[in-house]
């Protein structure tokens, strides 16, 4: 949550690509991010700080999703070519995970017997742990390089 | 927590979301009735931060205590963190940035509701 607002400045200073990943519909979309870098990370967090053993395999992936939000909030907020990149690849991740992670809590719900942010593919928050990921990549698309 | 609090809470962040949603269809970035509206759920916010501490050190105990002390601490950043990034570059979504922290808001707060009784 400690984005440089600063950093927008360089929408115009990067003519490379069709815009800054944090501009325009990008400060919303970096702005749910950083919503569910932070309610992925706490619910890990007091899930593996007070019962990890009673679900070992549902926190590791609480704490796993927790860091794929977190670098993906940094790396839209930030922009540029690198940041480009690991953006594409923790958006990726997340995608892959959720629809995994939620097949995989349906058809295995013994495995998981807590929830995560990707149980039954983030019906628990409303799906937009599903939509977000598609946003994120048509948004990396979207501003590429002209 | 405090039902009063509560529904105050949740109707003003409701508001504050309607407004600035309509704001953002319409095209225009937040103006002062949008951050006023934002600057009134934070004073609601900080008032229920100041009757929860009072009535932890009292001695009152909610269901789940780590998570709601989380959620209390999320609760008074929010709203401060989202104007924060709205005002950094004014246009239409910065109306959207502060429409999702009024919708994250209601959320946060029905589940402290919920996390406190334990229901």
């Given at each position: ?123 628990g928050y409303l799906f937009i742990p599903l939509v977000l990921p598609v946003l994120g990549l048509a948004w990396l698309r979207r501003t590429r390089l002209r | 927590m405090i039902d009063a609090v509560t529904i105050g809470l949740i109707v003003l962040s409701l508001l504050l979301a309607g ?101």
């Amino acid at each position: 949550m400690s984005e440089q607002p600063q950093r927008v400045e360089r929408v115009d200073a990067g003519p490379r690509f069709a815009a800054h990943t944090a501009s325009g519909p990008g400060r919303a979309l970096v702005a749910v991010y950083a919503v569910f870098a932070l309610a992925a990370s706490a619910r890990a967090g007091v899930q593996i700080a007070t019962r990890f053993a009673e679900a070992p395999v549902a926190y590791a992936l609480s704490a796993f999703s927790a860091v794929v939000y977190i670098v993906a909030t940094g790396a839209l907020a930030r922009g540029g070519p690198h940041a480009r990149r690991v953006a594409w690849v923790a958006c990726g991740i997340e995608l892959v995970g959720v629809l995994v992670i939620g097949a995989a809590s349906l058809l295995y719900p013994a495995a998981f017997p807590d929830e995560t942010v990707w149980s039954a593919f983030g019906q628990g928050y409303l799906f937009i742990p599903l939509v977000l990921p598609v946003l994120g990549l048509a948004w990396l698309r979207r501003t590429r390089l002209r | 927590m405090i039902d009063a609090v509560t529904i105050g809470l949740i109707v003003l962040s409701l508001l504050l979301a309607g407004l600035c949603l309509v704001a953002a269809v319409r095209d225009r970035s937040p103006a002062t009735l949008h951050v006023g509206a934002a600057a009134l759920v934070e004073l609601v916010l900080l008032i229920q931060l100041v009757v929860a501490v009072v009535r932890l050190l009292l001695g009152d105990r909610p269901a789940e205590l780590g998570t709601f002390v989380g959620y209390l601490i999320a609760s008074v950043l929010v709203v401060p963190v989202a104007v924060l990034w709205a005002a950094a570059q004014r246009d239409r979504w910065s109306s959207v940035v502060l429409g999702v922290a009024g919708l994250v808001i209601v959320v946060l707060v029905l589940r402290m509701q919920q996390v406190w009784t334990g229901v």
